[in-house]
């Protein structure tokens, strides 16, 4: 099993920043893929990013070129940097992990772990 704890969700300006930090824990050994993902009431889970053992990347296109994800290997977390927040980046964040999973790019329904989820408000 792995354990996701989502944290740095918060209340935000339209055109500030947050910083979204995911640690893993338990059996992470194994861990290949981790992701973003975000889903507001009554929408889909949309995908925002994922990040690979390696660093190789997957953005939404609704977020390109504003967000950041990273991961430390040797610490077991994933982070994202969002820059030029907007009101439609309103939702609550999910970090989402799959072990031996060597498709590129995953599919949401390909993780097999999920955190709680932190709540990201961007006010216009």
Known sequence: QVQLVESGGGLVQAGGSLRLSCAAS???????HMGWYRQVPGKERELVADI????RTEYGDSVKGRFTVSRDNAKNTVDLQMNNLKPEDTAVYYCAAVRDFA?????????????????????S
């Open 26 to 32: 338990g059996s992470i050994f194994s861990i290949s």
């Open 52 to 55: 690979d053992k390696r660093g």
């Open 103 to 123: 498709r590129w790019p995953p599919d949401g329904k390909d993780y097999e772990y999920w955190g709680q989820g932190t709540q990201v408000t961007v006010s």
